[in-house]
C-alpha cells in the first residue's frame, strides 16, 4: 500500500504529462503492476463491509438478524442461527 500522495503522483504522471506506465515505474520505482493498479483506479474509497456477527451486536439481540436470514443456509454453516 503507498501514501495517497504517491498514488496521485502517478494518475499525475499519466493523465497530465502523458508519462507511459513504464516510465512512471521508472521514475518512481515502483512495480510495474502497481503503477497500473494506481492509473487505471477510478474509486479512491476503501470499500469496508460491516461486520454482521451476533457477538458484535449484543443489545439487538433478535433484532439484528430478521426472520429471512435465519433460514439462510450461509448463516446455518457459520453456525448462526
Known amino acids: 500500500m503507498i501514501?495517497?500522495?504517491?498514488?496521485?503522483?502517478?494518475?499525475?504522471?499519466?493523465?497530465?504529462?502523458?508519462?507511459?506506465?513504464?516510465?512512471?515505474?521508472?521514475?518512481?520505482?515502483?512495480?510495474y503492476r502497481t503503477v497500473c493498479r494506481y492509473v487505471e483506479k477510478t474509486d479512491w474509497n476503501a470499500k469496508k463491509e460491516p461486520n454482521m456477527k451476533a457477538e458484535h451486536y449484543p443489545i439487538l439481540g433478535e433484532y439484528a438478524y430478521p426472520e429471512a436470514w435465519r433460514s439462510c443456509k450461509r448463516l446455518e454453516k457459520c453456525g448462526i442461527s
Open 3 to 31: 501514501k495517497m500522495a504517491k498514488a496521485q503522483y502517478i494518475k499525475h504522471l499519466y493523465e497530465n504529462e502523458g508519462k507511459s506506465k513504464n516510465e512512471i515505474r521508472r521514475i518512481t520505482g515502483l512495480n
